[in-house]
C-alpha cells in the first residue's frame, strides 16, 4: 500500500487528491543520478578554500555578518537570486527551473564560543565579542562550515545540470542554529515572501563517523530540547545569625539530585528522556547570607506527552521541594522551548535513503536517533512541510576516541567530507526533481 501525504496544494497541481510516494519521488534511476553528479560536480577546490577561510573566521550565533556576505558572493556567482539579513544574518537564494517541485537545502552559518584546540594549519585564533556583550573564542566545533562548503558545492552542481532537472531551488544558509532561534527568526522576517514555500525540505549535518559515510531513517532523528530556568530564595532569619536563614544552595542540590528519578517515576521506565544541570549559581564570596540560588535545567525527550509530564513533574518536584525545606517564597520556574522534535517524514526520508543506497553502496548505513537538537524543522512547520535530515561522516581517524561535534579538537578531515556532503545534497535533490 502506497503511504498518503496531504501536500497536493503546494506541489501546485489543481488535484485535490494526495500525492502518493510515488508520485513525491520518481524513483529516479540511480545510474542517471550518478552520471549527474559525476558530469556535473565542480571543482571541489573553491569550496575547499572556502571552508578554510570560513573555519578561520568563525562567527557566533546572531554575529555571522561576514560569513552571510562570503556565502551570498557565491551564490551571487552562481546567478541565484539571493535575498540577505533575513531574521538576522540569514540568506536565501532562488533559482527557477521550470516545472516541478520547490525543494529547500538548508546549512548553518554560526560557530560555537569555543577555544579551538586542534593542530590545524587553518585553526581558528579568533575572538569577538558576542551579542550579549561578552568576549569570547570562536570555533567551528559543529562542522557548520562543512555543512557550508558542501551546500555551496551542491549549489553549483544543480545550478551547473540544470538542462538535468526541473523544478524550484530554495539554498537557506540559517543564522543562529546554535541557541535555535535562527529559523523561526527567518520564517518572522518574511522568509516565504522572498521565495517560494518548499514542497520538500532537506537537510544534512557532518558528524565524526567515517568521512565517506552517510546516514539517515524515518520517523525521529533528534530530541525535542528545553530549558528550564529556577530561582530558589533563601532566608527569612529570624535572629541575626545568617546560620539561621534557609540557605537555599542545599536546598536546590537536593531537589536537582532528586529531578531524574521523579520524573522516571511519572513516565515509566521505558520511556526515552534525559534531565540535567546545565548552569548553577549562588551566593557572593564573603558574604554567608544567601539570599537565592539560581540553576538552569536542560530537558530532552522524543514524544510530546512525555515532554509535558517531565515539565510538570519538574515543575511540582521544585516547588515541593522549597515547601519542605520552608524557604521564605515559592521558587520561579520558567521553561522555555530551545528546540522541537526532529523527525524525519517516512516518505521523503525512504526516498532519500533509497538513492543513498544505491550511491553511497555500503558507506549509506542506517542513522541513529541521537540526543542532538535542531531548529531545522521550524522553517517547514507552519505549512507541515515533509522534511529529510541526515548524517554524513567526517572522520578519517583509524584508532582511539574521535572528536565529537563541539569538542575543541573536533576536524573533519576535509575530503572526502566535502564532496561526500556535495553529493549526498545533490542526490537528495535530483531525486525529486529529475523527471
Ligand atoms: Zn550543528
Known amino acids: 500500500m502506497l503511504t498518503q501525504i496531504g501536500i497536493a496544494a503546494a ?52 554575529m555571522e555578518l561576514n560569513t552571510a556576505a562570503v556565502v551570498a558572493r557565491h551564490l551571487r556567482k552562481l546567478e541565484f537570486e539571493v535575498h540577505t539579513g533575513i531574521g538576522g544574518h ?32 587553518y585553526k581558528s585564533t579568533k575572538r569577538m565579542v558576542d551579542r550579549y556583550g561578552n568576549e569570547r573564542p570562536v570555533m567551528h566545533a559543529c562542522g557548520h562550515d562543512m555543512n557550508m562548503a558542501s551546500l555551496l558545492g551542491t549549489s553549483a552542481l544543480l545550478k551547473a545540470a540544470a538542462r538535468e532537472w526541473s523544478g524550484t531551488l530554495v539554498i ?9 532561534g535562527g529559523a523561526q527568526a527567518m520564517v518572522d522576517d518574511g522568509l516565504y515572501t522572498k521565495v517560494p514555500v518548499p514542497d520538500i525540505m532537506l537537510g544534512q549535518h557532518v558528524v565524526p563517523s567515517k568521512s565517506g559515510t552517510v546516514a539517515i531513517r524515518s520517523g525521529p532523528v533528534l530530541v525535542a530540547a528545553d530549558s528550564a530556568n529556577v530561582r530558589i530564595t533563601g532566608g527569612p532569619c529570624p535572629g541575626v545569625n545568617p546560620q539561621q536563614c534557609v540557605d537555599p544552595i542545599p536546598v536546590a542540590i537536593k531537589i536537582i539530585s532528586q529531578l ?4 522516571r517515576k511519572d513516565v515509566g521506565p521505558h520511556e526515552d528522556f534525559t534531565v540535567a544541570c546545565w548552569g548553577f549559581h549562588a551566593g557572593i564570596p564573603g558574604n554567608d547570607y544567601v539570599a537565592y540560588a539560581e540553576f538552569s535545567l536542560d530537558i530532552k525527550t522524543v514524544k510530546h506527552t512525555v515532554r509535558e509530564m517531565a515539565h510538570q513533574t519538574i515543575k511540582r518536584s521544585i516547588i515541593d521541594g ?96 566535502l564532496q561526500t556532503g556535495t553529493n549526498a545534497m545533490a542526490l537528495a535533490a535530483l531525486s525529486f526533481l529529475v523527471m
Not at 21 to 35: E, M
Not at 172 to 180: C, K, L, S, Y
Not at 260 to 263: D, K, N
Request: aromatic fraction near 10%; include cysteine; charged fraction near 25%.
Open 90 to 121: 540569514g540568506v536565501a537564494a532562488v533559482f527557477h527551473n521550470g516545472q516541478g517541485k520547490t525543494i529547500l537545502m538548508r546549512a548553518e552559518l554560526d560557530a560555537l564560543p569555543i577555544l579551538e584546540e586542534t593542530d590545524l594549519p
Open 322 to 417: 522549597c515547601a519542605a525545606a520552608k524557604t521564605p517564597r515559592e521558587p520561579v520556574v520558567n521553561f522555555t522551548v530551545r528546540a522541537p522534535l526532529t523527525t524525519n517524514d517516512p516518505s521523503v526520508s525512504e526516498a532519500v535513503g533509497r538513492v543513498f543506497a544505491g550511491y553511497f553502496e555500503a558507506n549509506a548505513v542506517e542513522m541513529r536517533f541521537t540526543r542532538a537538537c535542531e531548529d531545522f524543522s521550524t522553517l517547514g512547520k507552519k505549512h507541515s512541510v515533509p522534511y529529510a535530515y541526515w548524517n554524513f561522516g567526517g572522520s578519517q581517524a583509524t584508532e582511539g576516541p574521535v572528536p565529537t561535534n563541539h569538542s575543541p579538537f573536533f576536524a573533519p578531515a576535509i575530503q572526502p567530507t
Open 11 to 62: 506541489f501546485g497541481d489543481n488535484s485535490e487528491e494526495p500525492l502518493t510516494v510515488d508520485q513525491l519521488s520518481h524513483r529516479p534511476n540511480v545510474d542517471v543520478l550518478r552520471s549527474i553528479i559525476d558530469k556535473y560536480r565542480p571543482d571541489l577546490a573553491v569550496y575547499e578554500e572556502f571552508y578554510r577561510q570560513v573555519h578561520q573566521d568563525p562567527e557566533v550565533s546572531g
Open 260 to 263: 531524574e528519578y521523579e520524573v
Open 172 to 180: 537557506i544558509f540559517q543564522p543562529d542554529e546554535e541557541e535555535t
